[in-house]
Nanobody, 114 residues
Framework: QVQLVESGGGSVPPGGSLRLTCQAS????????MAWYRQAPGHERDMVAV???????NYPDFVQGRFFITRDVTKNTVYLQMNNLKPEDTAVYYC????????WGQGTQVTVSS
């Protein structure tokens, strides 16, 4: 069974950057299309970035050009580079497969505030 551990969150001012890491263990995630999701208080969990096994990526409009997802199959890891962060990006960020067939990790909190 795959375990997912997210890290790299923190508190930054608007315009700042963060790089999130999703470390997988227990099995090889290279077979999965992987994604980053986020959930803000009172909101549903939304997908913010997707990367296929062939490293094709896709993003919703609200993060397009600011967020970039990558993966390192040798490290069984997926990353999310987030630039030009906005207050509305404040949320807990999670990684999972797409569809969401893996057990959710604890997530990592991202807070964007001046």
């Amino acid at each position: 069974q795959v375990q997912l551990v997210e890290s790299g969150g923190g508190s930054v001012p608007p315009g700042g950057s963060l790089r999130l890491t999703c470390q997988a263990s227990g099995d090889d995630i290279s077979v999965y299309t992987m994604a980053w999701y986020r959930q803000a208080p009172g909101h549903e969990r939304d997908m913010v970035a997707v990367i296929t096994g062939g490293e094709l990526t896709n993003y919703p409009d609200f993060v397009q050009g600011r967020f970039f997802i990558t993966r390192d199959v040798t490290k069984n890891t997926v990353y999310l580079q987030m630039n030009n962060l906005k207050p509305e990006d404040t949320a807990v960020y999670y990684c999972n497969a797409l569809p969401q067939v893996l057990t959710w990790g604890q997530g990592t909190q991202v807070t964007v505030s001046s």
